[in-house]
């Protein structure tokens, strides 16, 4: 699995949290940024990561904000991309499990590290369960290609 990553200054220090979760979990990923000293807009950094998932470049991406809003509109207006904003684990096996999700948000002013690193792993490692759940994702795809 390659994992596209990338914050926008209000989710610096969670970002460098899951880049090292990841090189302890084995996983494959890119950080695209930011290398930010100032401010900078987030859709800049959630449309080309969405972009690299949905043409298959890259199979999973998690990107992190202040709050994880903006990063997951952002993402969900890239045809392809489901994109969950997660911040408690119950979720973040959920919306693996019954969502087939392949972009994962998460707001640094919202929770800390430790909550955030959890997530993450969990949001990783959970296999779609398919059934009756993929008829549900098939029917979100189906109105989106329409
Ligand atoms: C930046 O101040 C903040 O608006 C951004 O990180 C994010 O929370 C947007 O949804």
Not at 13 to 34: P, V
Not at 137 to 143: L, N, P, W
Request: with cysteine; charged share 25%.
């Amino acid at each position: 699995m390659k994992v596209a990553l990338a914050s926008d200054h209000g989710g610096v220090n969670i970002r460098r949290e899951i880049a090292s979760l990841m090189d302890e979990l084995g996983i494959e990923y890119q950080d695209f940024g930011c290398e930010c000293e100032g401010s900078v807009d987030y859709p800049d950094y959630a449309l080309p990561v969405a972009e690299k998932v949905a043409s298959g470049e890259f199979d999973r991406g998690i990107l992190i904000c202040g709050t994880g809003i903006g990063m997951s509109i952002a993402a969900n207006k890239v045809k392809g991309i489901r994109c969950a904003l997660v911040h408690d684990t119950f979720s973040a096996k959920a919306t693996r499990a019954h969502n087939d999700t392949n972009i994962l948000t998460m707001g640094e002013r919202v929770i800390g590290p430790g909550l955030a690193r959890d997530i993450a792993q969990i949001w990783l490692t959970e296999e779609f369960e398919g059934g009756r759940h993929a008829t549900r994702v098939g029917k979100i795809s189906e109105y989106e290609n329409k």
